[in-house]
């Protein structure tokens, strides 16, 4: 029991008036309602790498990559009644790293142009209400969200230039290709019912989740003009090589540029199930069931693009041989659709528009 003083702040605990937390200060009395717990872990990574012999930041001796991650989780129960509750859980893991060798390639480079600063990591969150209607019925009520990011940043935006026209191959530049912002989230809707009907337990449900997945891969360097005349969205990865006998010289072939850099994706799923747990007599139980599911995916080219009509039965047969618990036999037969991510639509029903193989005669 604890009273708390609203002009102090302080709490009393100890003798025989002491009353609920709120009595005195007007707060509401949560006493064997309200569970909670939370955590934070921070935690740093260190790894440390060194350039190949004969390379130029072989110079640079050992050269750090820090990383610093802080996952954290919260979680409440409170007691609305005897027979409702509500769930709610928070948990995440926000990280970074800081500018350096984000890559062990980094450190194959003339300079430290190849560092790059990252940051990446998720936050979720989830609401659950769970209440009992009659005796013989549970309603069940679900939220969640679900956002996880990454995102690249090049210390010096130029192109990635290896030249291939000296052994060792010499690279300078920026790090090349990067995801410059990645970001996916997910949120998601259920609910769910058991009723509970002479020897027959029936529980039945529907679930919605509506997803968005943003996409921007990059290239370091500035944007330039295509063979046929159209600009570049990104930078470029380059090697220059020997030209052929009759031109002589060197070329400057782009081995990696895009005409578009960013994409946005879509997706619905939605889904929903009634199953029974029949209690035939003392020793037999059967768990029929059947699921369907349907999927629709937007991509930038192709919109509303479906995976429907996914019917899943299910049977299971529970056994009790000897009677007593202790023994069972049991089978269970099902079908199982799997989810499709959304990087099926940011690939395959976006356009991405880029070249592999590009010869310029200056650089």
């Known amino acids: 029991y604890k009273q708390y003083d609203s002009l102090n702040g302080s709490v009393n605990t100890t003798g025989s008036d002491a009353r609920d937390f709120g009595a005195e200060g007007g707060f509401p009395v949560i006493r064997n309602r309200l569970f909670f717990f939370g955590a934070i872990d921070p935690s740093w990574q260190t790894r440390t790498n060194t350039a190949p012999p004969g390379f130029p930041l072989e110079s640079m001796g050992e050269v750090d990559r820090n990383r610093r991650t802080m996952t954290y989780a919260a979680k409440a129960t409170y007691q609305l009644g005897s027979g409702n509750r509500i769930d709610a859980s928070f948990f995440g893991d926000p990280s970074h790293g800081e500018n350096g060798p984000q890559r062990t390639s980094a450190l194959l480079v003339t300079d430290t142009s190849s560092f790059s600063t990252l940051d990446y990591g998720g936050h979720q969150q989830t609401v659950r209400y769970s209440g009992i209607v ?76 509506d997803a968005v997945y943003s996409q921007v891969n990059q290239v370091t360097g500035p944007t330039f003009l295509a063979p046929d005349g159209r600009q570049r969205a990104t930078g470029a990865r380059i090697d220059v090589i020997p030209a052929t006998e009759v031109w002589g010289g060197k070329v400057w072939r782009v081995t990696r540029a895009n005409f578009n850099s960013d ?37 930038t080219i192709i919109e509303d693009w479906k995976l ?27 079908v199982f659709f799997a989810r499709v991510p ?14 592999t193989r590009g010869d310029y005669y200056d650089a």
């Open 134 to 209: 009659r005796n013989n019925w549970l309603v069940e009520g679900t939220f969640a969200r679900s956002l996880n990011t990454i995102g690249e940043l090049p210390s010096v935006d130029t192109w990635r230039v290896s030249d291939k026209t000296i052994t060792p191959n010499l690279i300078t530049g920026g790090i090349g290709g990067y995801e410059k912002g990645n970001r996916s989230l997910s949120r998601q809707y259920s609910a769910k019912v058991s009723n509970i009907v002479s020897s027959h337990e029936l529980k039945y449900g529907v679930q919605y989740d």
């Open 263 to 299: 994409r946005t994706t879509v997706q619905s799923y939605l889904n929903f199930f009634a199953q029974d747990n029949w209690k035939v007599n003392s020793r037999l139980t059967v768990n029929p069931g059947i699921r369907y599911e349907q999927e629709t995916m937007s991509g």
């Open 308 to 334: 429907k009509n996914n019917w899943a039965p299910r049977l299971g047969v529970t056994y009790d041989m000897n009677g007593d618990g202790r023994t069972k036999l049991y089978g269970n037969y099902g």
């Open 342 to 355: 959304n990087d099926l639509a940011a690939r395959s029903l976006s356009a991405e528009d880029g070249f």
